[in-house]
């Protein structure tokens, strides 16, 4: 039972264009949320986190909108880079808190950026 | 600042070989540690996470097992690999938050 859905396995966009990415959450108590990137071959890489009680957090050419009611997350990239062609991964986590902080991952949506 | 290593780079196993991975930290203490596999084309499955020496937990169950004799240092093993084993493997750690901070990985192919 996946529990944080990425449903688009790919995305294809024009150079200096936005991307947007997609995921959706079924547990109503997740607390916070992470956006990685990942080259293949390569770990992932940590973009951008949001905690739930925003709606909105910004760096640079990476948005990050929440929206709890219908428990969606979307990562708005603007302008699209050749660059940021990867596999974009989202990520949450469930309440409980305590030291032992696990996350719960979507499967991957793979970007591909055209020049 | 913390730096995260992973070795080998790559791995090329025969099946019922044994495996040992090696992932160190530096530049912090007492940080979550954590094992993830990625099968090809797949997401990412936790497989061992970390909140100190000698406490593991394993998150599903299989012929592979994790041991962290040290703070720092967190390693996989396994005593015989099957086909199924194949994959890139990865490790991670935190330090009191969510955000988890990824090692460069390990492919490893089981013939």
């Known amino acids: 039972d996946q529990q944080v859905k990425q449903n688009s396995p790919s995305l294809s966009v024009q150079e200096g264009r936005i991307s947007i990415l997609n995921c959706d959450y079924t547990?109503?108590?997740?607390?916070?949320f992470l956006w990685y990137k990942k080259y293949p071959a390569e770990g992932p890489t940590f973009l951008i986190s949001?905690?739930?009680i925003k709606d909105k957090n910004e760096d640079g050419r990476f948005t990050v909108f929440l929206n709890k009611s219908a428990k969606h997350l979307s990562l708005h990239i603007v302008p699209s880079q050749p660059g940021d062609s990867a596999v974009y991964f989202c990520?949450?986590?469930?309440?409980?808190?305590?030291?032992?902080?696990?996350?719960?991952w979507g499967l991957g949506t793979s970007l591909a950026v055209n020049p | 600042s913390q730096t995260i290593h992973q070795w080998p780079a790559t791995l090329v196993q025969p099946v019922g070989s044994p495996l040992s991975l090696e992932c160190t930290v530096e530049?912090?203490?007492?940080?979550?540690l954590y094992w993830y596999r990625q099968a090809a084309g797949r997401g990412l499955q936790l497989l061992f996470y970390?909140?100190?020496?000698?406490?593991i937990s394993s998150e599903v169950p299989q012929n592979l097992s994790a041991s962290r004799p040290q703070d720092r240092q967190f390693i996989l093993s396994s005593k015989k690999l099957l086909l199924s084993d194949s994959g890139f493997y990865l490790c991670?750690?935190?330090?009191?938050?969510?955000?988890?901070?990824f090692g460069p990985g390990t492919r490893l192919t089981v013939l």
């Open positions: 990520a949450a986590s469930p309440p409980g808190g305590g030291n032992n902080r696990k996350l719960i």
């Open positions: 530049g912090t203490s007492n940080p979550n």
């Open positions: 547990n109503s108590m997740f607390d916070y």
């Open positions: 970390s909140i100190g020496i000698d406490q």
């Open positions: 991670a750690w935190s330090v009191r938050t969510d955000t988890q901070y």
């Open positions: 949001i905690s739930s």
